[in-house]
């Protein structure tokens, strides 16, 4: 039986698609500079305090310029409701059932979000956040065309993730500790943690507590400084 030697085209399609979205999001980045939009990105577990977190660094950033959320979920909309009922323009979208947002749902949704952040005055750089689908894994995979993309990590997830998601923190421009209020009910090491940070990249790490405000006013401060690179360059 003679062996048949014709080949077949064989297409990674996963590799494909996130070629095709890298270049969007490039593409992005620069459409939005344009616009005036510093978008920041945030990946999370789900209960890690995003929104709280959000809800702190707000009224702190909101003194230098505008901000607006876009709340990314497979479904609901508690998030976006409750970052709009703090008086801060937010617009939901939902994935579809994806575990993530890629560049051209980012601009679909920040399309829809300028509408409010500049409603009928003349347009100045702004910050926009997007709270991620909450898990470690899918949205670190996609560029969703953000100028920086944080990590936040709660006290009860324990201090080992960055060995076990290792590239959520790789990518990670700075990393977060949430709930630093309940480190004497729980077995976490924050120095064991910073160095497991540091396995993945030179990310700094700020400790922070969303529900009394510590740590709140320097992680502020670092990303006005952020900001202001971004906006002076």
């Not at 048949?4 to 399609?13: A, G, P, S, T, Y």
């Not at 959520?168 to 630093?180: E, G, L, R, T, W």
């Not at 405000?213 to 670092?222: H, N, R, V």
Request: negative net charge; hydrophobic residues 45%; contains cysteine.
């Amino acid at each position: 039986m003679m062996r048949d030697e014709r080949k077949v085209k064989i297409i990674d399609v996963k590799e494909s698609i996130l070629e095709d979205n890298d270049k969007d999001a490039d593409l992005l980045r620069q459409e939005l500079k344009n616009e005036g939009i510093f978008y920041v990105n945030i990946m999370s577990s789900p209960g890690s305090g995003k929104t709280t977190t959000l809800l702190q660094l707000l009224p702190r950033l909101a003194k230098e310029a505008p901000c607006g959320v876009l709340e990314a979920d497979i479904d609901s909309d508690v998030d976006a409701l409750t970052i709009a009922g703090a008086g801060y323009p937010s617009v939901q979208v939902h994935t579809g059932g994806m575990c993530h947002l890629d560049a051209d749902m980012s601009r679909q949704g920040l399309r829809e979000l300028a509408a409010e952040l500049w409603p009928a005055e003349e347009k100045k750089p702004a910050i926009v956040f997007l709270e991620n689908v909450g898990n470690l894994v899918c949205p670190a995979e996609f560029d969703t065309g953000a100028q920086l993309d944080l990590v936040i990590l709660s006290v009860p997830e324990g201090d080992d993730k960055p060995l076990k998601y290792p590239l959520v923190f790789q990518k990670a421009d700075a990393v977060i500790v949430n709930k630093i209020d309940a480190l004497e009910v729980f077995d976490f090491d924050l120095k064991k943690f910073r160095a497991n940070v540091a396995e993945r990249g030179p990310a700094p790490v700020f400790a922070v507590s969303a529900a009394t405000g510590e740590g709140m006013d320097e992680l502020a401060s670092w990303l006005l400084a952020q900001y202001r690179e971004w906006r002076n360059a």
